[in-house]
């Protein structure tokens, strides 16, 4: 099992840029494919982006496409989300999670991931 430790959220204004870190500790964090998720109140959660073990293959949902950016550093076991040009629809709890099975490519489907962080807050105010 690994461990996530998410940080970097907070309260913005539209417009603004934040980076979400995800720490993780435990299995070998190079090896899994890495994903955000999101969930604001009083809805389900939502695929953001993930990434390939490798980083090679990335997919984002389209309400993010071109605003954020996902990236990972397998040295130092950390997992990044840029995001840029927020808006208030994007307010929610952000997620990151670990892949269930090792290697493969990235996917989108919130039941291949297995392991998932405490969640970091993020409020973009109008």
């Known amino acids: 099992q690994v461990q996530l430790v998410e940080s970097g959220g907070g309260l913005v204004q539209a417009g603004d840029s934040l980076r979400l870190s995800c720490a993780a500790s435990?299995?070998?964090?190079?090896?899994?494919?890495m994903g955000w998720f999101r969930q604001a109140p009083g809805k389900e959660l939502e695929f953001v982006t993930s990434?390939?073990?490798?980083?090679?293959?990335?997919y984002y949902a389209n309400s993010v496409t071109g605003r954020f950016t996902i990236s990972r550093d397998n040295a130092k076991n950390t997992l990044y989300l840029q995001m840029n040009s927020l808006k208030p629809e994007d307010t929610a709890v952000y997620y990151c999670?670990?892949?269930?099975?090792?290697?493969?490519?990235?996917?989108?489907?919130?039941?291949?991931?297995?392991?998932w962080g405490q969640g970091t807050q993020v409020t973009v105010s109008s």
């Open positions: 435990g299995r070998t964090f190079s090896s899994y494919t």
């Open positions: 990434t390939s073990w490798n980083g090679r293959t990335t």
């Open positions: 999670a670990a892949a269930r099975s090792p290697w493969g490519t990235s996917t989108t489907k919130v039941e291949d991931f297995a392991s």
